[in-house]
């Protein structure tokens, strides 16, 4: 029995290989994001202010609420209201959120005012942007999902607004079991993703280089032309 | 199940404090929050961020 | 031209960024988020400890017939002869015509049309006192008014809801002055009553069946009432109070719906029955404008402009000199 394959084998599983999705997949993955982009440890010398920890107080802020809302996802959504462990579970949710968005938000000024979109990051800015967005999304049904007065009251107020869109038709702040399903499953999991996403961005293309107000040219791949206006 | 040393320390849960200016009307607790962004963004800006004391 | 075309463009520093060439030094990014982790998770437990969380208690049909049984009649007077807030919403819930918000010639709301299906006359009055057995005046009077012709039912409610207007609770029972108002009195007094035990309450959620997570009616129907309007101008939480951004109590709400809830408070928006369509687009268009700020000249200027970058950068362009 032959234990080596004849060359022409070889040549033509090589070929396949080339040619394999999850070997493109794999190779793509792994070029775009090697080990010591997805998780370095240096940084360059200008990473120097306490700016830059807002990214990292948000993503604590996101943990801590998803871990109060598993635990009260895991005792159904009147728990809350009869038991004291429950309550405080239910403040542990309310002030993880706050300091979501607190961080979220310094996070969201500090990246404006340093242009973090410059070298090809718009993606990484617009991706924080949506997170923004559907967090407000999350918070919202959060709210509408307590099933007390101020969830009356909300759901009640909002409706107008989501219905002069013509989304409430689709989107019904008044329906309890609908809401509950946008806030601990399609929401969190795009928040989630989203977030995930954002910081892979970050990591690949990685922090942005101080702003440089008289510099010429930069060499630029693509096939924009040189009179480009913008 | 009762655990009374859970219980909130502060009640913040009695008739809200509002201020108004003209058209703006707002919590005293939205207000602080608010506040407590800009002055938590300014030191995180002016604040140095000593990398010879503290190394990370 | 080679495979990858190196082009030279115009360095534009709001929205180009050269490859950095100076040094790096040592940063442990994993012990970063481990510590940012424990800091938000004192300072969580710390508020939590602290302050607690609000929970003031859903109000029911109970509750609001029982505070204020003359309000719950009135209203629901208002839902039978298709005056009340919900009876004369138009789409998602019916057919009502005039009052959906439009931009100029657009109506999304109008142009979707009905989708969830709210007939107050039926779902909130007819329907829950059909399900009533064992009272004959009951039956009667709604066999009396099923029998009787469009306008004389309008009459009787017309002439109802201007009696309800002068009525007054005497030792917990509603006392209406007498009208011709035919046999309404029989069952809005009916409904009254149900109100208050709590059986309208059950009535409207075993619309939808044994599990109800559905709470539309319930709540279209109490939102009619002046008595839940007051409830929430009682807690700041009106529109026209910023309401949006309020919590309950004195806790923090939601801050960040600032800008949102502002646009309500200023003309046109104040004043304009459109309000809510207006506010919507306006929001959507800042909303796109902060996702596009990368590519909108003099918007991404805004940080080289303002020079706030100098202060984050200080290290940096000191060494710069």
């Keep these: 029995m032959s234990t080596t394959k004849d060359q022409t084998v070889l040549d033509q599983e090589e070929a396949e290989l080339a040619r394999q999705w999850t070997g493109r997949i794999r190779r793509l993955l792994v070029d775009a994001l090697p080990p010591d982009k997805l998780l370095p440890d240096r940084q360059p010398s200008y990473l120097s202010s306490w700016i830059y920890i807002f990214g990292a107080l948000t993503i604590g802020g996101l943990a801590l609420v998803i871990l109060t809302g598993t635990v009260l996802a895991l005792e159904g959504p009147q728990w809350w209201h009869v038991s004291s462990i429950g309550l405080f579970v239910n403040s542990m949710h309310l002030w993880s959120v706050e300091f979501f968005f607190f961080f979220m938000v310094i996070h969201l000024w500090g990246k404006f005012f340093m242009a973090a979109w410059r070298g090809n990051r718009q993606l990484t800015w617009m991706t924080g942007v949506v997170t923004f967005f559907f967090s407000i999304g999350a918070g919202f049904t959060g709210y509408v999902s307590q099933t007390n007065f101020d969830s009356q009251w909300i759901a009640t107020q909002a409706k107008d607004g989501i219905n002069a869109t013509g989304a409430g038709a689709f989107v019904n702040a008044l329906n309890f079991g609908q809401m509950l399903m946008w806030h601990i499953v399609l929401l969190p999991a795009a928040v989630v993703a989203l977030t995930g996403l954002h910081i892979l961005m970050v990591r690949h293309k990685g922090i942005v280089t101080p702003i440089e107000v008289n510099g010429t040219e930069v060499p630029h791949q693509g096939t924009q032309s040189e009179s480009d206006p913008s | ?56 | 031209m080679s495979e990858t075309t190196i082009l030279q463009r115009r360095f534009n520093p709001d929205r180009d960024a050269r490859p950095w060439q100076g040094g790096s030094r040592p940063y442990d990014l994993i012990k970063e988020v481990t510590i940012c982790f424990l800091v938000v998770t004192v300072l969580v437990v710390g508020l939590a400890f602290l302050f607690g969380s609000p929970d003031d208690k859903a109000i029911s049909i109970q509750t609001w017939a029982t505070a204020n049984q003359i309000d719950f009649a009135q209203t629901s007077i208002s839902e039978l002869n298709g005056t009340s807030g919900t009876a004369t919403y138009g789409p998602p819930y019916n057919n009502f015509v005039g009052s959906s918000q439009s931009l100029g010639p657009i109506s999304l709301e109008s142009w979707i049309g009905v989708h969830i299906p709210v007939n107050p006359a039926q779902d909130f009055v007819l329907g829950p006192l059909s399900t009533v057995a064992n009272a004959p005046n009951v039956t009667r009077a709604l066999d009396v008014f099923n029998a009787a012709t469009p306008s004389q039912q309008l009459a009787w409610e017309t002439n109802y809801a201007t009696a309800v207007s002068h009525a007054s609770s005497v030792n917990g029972h509603l006392v209406v002055p007498r009208g011709a108002y035919g046999p309404i009195g029989v069952m809005i007094g009916q409904l009254t009553a149900m109100a208050k035990s709590g059986a309208l309450d059950s009535a409207m959620v075993d619309q939808s069946g044994f599990y109800g997570t559905n709470y539309t009616k319930s709540l279209l129907y109490i939102a009619d009432s002046t008595y839940f309007a007051a409830q929430g101008t009682a807690h700041h939480l009106s529109g026209d109070q910023w309401g949006m951004m309020n919590e309950t109590g004195n806790f923090p709400g939601q801050a960040w719906l600032w800008l949102y809830t502002f646009w309500y408070q200023v003309p046109p928006f104040s004043t304009s029955a459109n309000a809510d369509i207006q506010v919507s687009a306006l929001m959507g268009l800042l909303s796109l404008l902060l996702l596009l700020v990368p590519f909108i000249p003099g918007l991404r200027s805004i940080p080289r402009w303002t020079r706030v970058y100098r202060f984050i950068w200080k290290d940096y362009y000191r060494s710069q000199g």
Aim: hydrophobic residues 60%; aromatic residues 10%.
């Design chain 2, 1 to 56: 199940m009762t655990l009374s040393f859970l219980a909130a320390l502060i009640n913040l849960d009695k008739p809200g404090v509002f201020l108004h200016w003209g058209v703006i009307q707002i919590s005293l607790a939205n207000v602080i929050v608010i506040g407590l962004m800009v002055a938590v963004f300014l030191l995180a800006i002016f604040i140095p961020f000593d990398r010879k004391s503290r190394r990370r």
